[in-house]
Structures are given as C-alpha cells and as structure tokens.
C-alpha cells in the first residue's frame, strides 16, 4: 500500500508495506499543544419504498416528516428528494454512542414509515426505481440545487453515510484531510451498497458515485498546504457567485463547513448498522495514528490524486474483490492482505478506543460481503428460482428492507 522511500519500520522486500515519511515537515507550524477530541458524529439517508409494489415512494406525505420531527426532533431532516430522509447523531465520545444512536433513528422512522405503508432502505440506490418519477424537497437550498443542476441533480436518488470526527484545529484538519485521502479507497470498498440502477446490474459494486460525481465540486479534495489557502480558493468561489458557502464543496473528505470537524463523505450508506460502526471506527483510528505519528514528526506518504483514483475506481468497480494498488510494490494485492497490514498499523489506537471488535468487524464484511454483494447474490437466486427480473429485484428490496433493522 506504500511507495519507495523511507520507512519508520523495516519489513520484508517481499510483503506489502503502508508507507510515510518519518521526518519534520519544513515550515510547518507547532502543533496545538491540545490534542483534537476526535469525537464522533454520523449521517445516514434512506431511501423510503411502497410496502406493496416495493417502488420508491414518489411522493412522501409531509405528515410523515413531521411525525418523525415530533419523536427525534432535529436529528431527522428532509433530503433532496421527498423518497429520501437523513438522520443525523449528536456529537459523541465514540463509535458506540452513534451505534446506540442510529439504532433508535432507524426503528423511529421505520415505525414512522410504516403507518403510511412505508419502509426505509439504508442502500445507496434502488434497485429498479426510476429519477424520472420523483420530486424534489421544496426547500430554498433544494430549488436552487435543482435550478442549477438540472438532470444531473434530479438523478440523484442516492443515499451515502458521513462520519464527522472532531479535530478542532484548523491547521491540523487540513493536514489530516490530506493524508487520510490515501484511505478512502479502502474505507469505500466495506461499504458499497449500489450494485443496481434503474433495474439493472451495473457491473459496479457502488455506482452511486457513479451518479455523485456528475455534481461539480466532488471527488478526491485538492491537496492544501494551510487553512488558509483553502479559505482563499472559497473566497475566490463565493465572491464570483459560484458557490454560497463551503457547504456546496462534495468531496469524499471534507472539511465540515458548520463543524470543527473533518468529514468522511465517499462510503455508501450500509445496509446493516454494524458494518457503518465498523468503517466509522476505522476512520477515526486512521486519523488517530496520522496524528501520533504528526507528534513523532513523521507523517504518511502523500500521493497524487492520479494514483490515489485508481484505487478509488477499482473499490467503485470492484469493492475489495479484486484488490487495491500497492503503489510501492506497483502492483495489484489482495484487499485481505492490505486490510491486515492495516489493522498493525491502527492497533494501537484501537486499542486505546476500546474499538478492536469494531474495527475486526471489517474481517467479517470481507468474508461475507457488503450489501452490494448480497444484493447481487439475491438477485442471481431469484433468477435461478424462476422469477422474472422485476420479481427478482423486489426480493432484494425485501431483502434490503430486512437488513436495514437486522443488528438493532
């Protein structure tokens, strides 16, 4: 998963080695004597689907949003489109204040749902809904995304999970965000929950960023030196009119525009509550070791965005079946190997974090697969059954429905 050049540990020339740079950055600034909270916060949408014919709601009662309002209050809000709902924790210690979370958010607007004849999905796309049938939240931010974007906004009936980890300094966010981005390939490939568009397979494991990456502004983030040279390209955006704020900047990894924190954007949302916990607490150790090895004047390897894409396509692509690039080695290595090595690396966090069950969850995603794999598997069983490919794709909604309450 390294390149050449100089490492903080020996290893053999035959295995796969996680590479950074273990000396002091020129004209970097002291560290905040501080430490970052690393706390924790984290989104999900879900797609809403007709009980009966197992199609997109395609157009939701406003009763429905304002029940849910009624029981969680501000940590449910509307999405682009009225088929879509967001739920959102507060800010927590750790992983497991989001599990306990999340699964009462979930049951809440299942149960909510289900008086209207309705069920939440936690997949990034429907497996045979169709843009074309669905309305756009009538909300300020929403109509001006629709009157800018056009089509390309209207197709996006695609779900994602985001998880905020607080680093409060500015300097310190952005030199994580930079390193962390070597990652996201990783991260991405456990969570791929899209295999499906408009009623058939894609042959991607997530095609949702398939979709995503028609908006502008997404993608791998630029690689800034400071916070304030990525305040001055916003300055530059704002004052010509492109963009109102930093929140219509989508990369996969973000600086949050309302938090002190940074944002992990590329995952699809997962189906099953348990394999999110598991890609939040990675994600936090990830930032939790860039941060230890910061303190010992050493930092990860950064590579250009070129490379880092690949790796980004191949888990879009792929999901970890078919394994992610060893720039080092310039070679192609099984993901279990490359997660393995991983997991030596952010131990020691984990450990600290009380999160080695969590994070060796990521084991059993591989050996099971992620939702894009079971839908897939469904799909092909109902297939060989006898059924036709509507039949087929509205067991995997069943499927999909089932699962979004299995770990609760």
């Not at 999900?44 to 689907?49: A, G, K, N, T």
């Amino acid at each position: 998963m390294g390149a050449p050049g100089t490492r903080a540990f020996a290893s053999a020339p035959t295995s796969a080695t996680l590479d950074f740079d273990c000396k002091p950055v020129a004209g970097e600034r002291a560290m905040s004597t501080k430490p970052p909270s690393f706390s924790v916060g984290m989104e999900e949408e879900y797609l809403l689907v007709e009980r009966e014919s197992r199609d997109l709601a395609s157009d939701v009662p406003d009763a429905f949003m304002k029940a849910c309002e009624k029981r969680i209050g501000e940590r449910v809000s509307p999405e682009f489109l009225r088929c879509q709902v967001e739920v959102g924790t507060g800010v927590n210690a750790g992983v497991d204040g989001c599990r306990q979370e999340l699964a009462e958010l979930r049951r809440t607007v299942a149960e909510v749902a289900d008086g209207y004849d309705l069920a939440p999905i936690a997949a990034s796309t429907h497996p045979f809904g169709a843009w074309t049938s669905q309305k756009h939240t009538d909300k300020e931010r929403y109509n001006v995304l629709a009157r800018d974007m056009q089509a390309v906004a209207r197709r996006m009936i695609i779900c994602a999970m985001h998880v905020h980890v607080g680093i409060e300094d500015d300097e310190m966010r952005m030199d994580l965000m930079g390193q962390a981005a070597y990652f996201l390939p990783h991260l991405l490939a456990l969570s791929t929950s899209s295999p499906f568009w408009r009623g058939e397979s894609t042959g991607l494991k997530s095609y949702r960023l398939a979709v995503f990456d028609e908006l502008p502004r997404t993608g791998l983030p630029e690689q800034f030196e400071s916070w304030a040279e990525v305040q001055r390209h916003l300055n530059v955006m704002m004052q010509a009119g492109l963009i109102e704020d930093g929140t219509k900047i989508w990369w996969d990894i973000r600086p949050s525009a309302r938090f002190p924190t940074l944002e992990l954007r590329i995952t699809d949302v997962c189906t099953r509550l348990e394999d999110g916990i598991c890609i939040a607490a990675m994600f936090v150790c990830i930032l939790r070791m860039l941060y230890r090895l910061k303190r010992n004047n050493q930092r990860w390897r950064r590579y250009s965005n070129m490379l880092v894409q690949e790796n980004r396509w191949r888990a879009q692509r792929y999901g970890f079946d078919e394994g992610l690039v060893d720039f080092g080695r310039g070679e192609v290595l099984p993901y279990r190997e490359l997660l393995e090595e991983l997991f030596d690396y952010i131990r020691q966090e984990a450990e600290e974090l009380k999160v080695l069950a969590e994070i060796e969850h990521a084991r059993e995603i591989v050996r099971r697969g992620t939702s894009a794999h079971r839908q897939l598997a469904v799909y092909h069983n109902a297939l060989h059954d006898g059924c036709n490919t509507h039949e087929a794709l509205q067991r995997v909604v069943d499927m999909l429905a089932e699962e979004t309450l299995l770990d609760l």
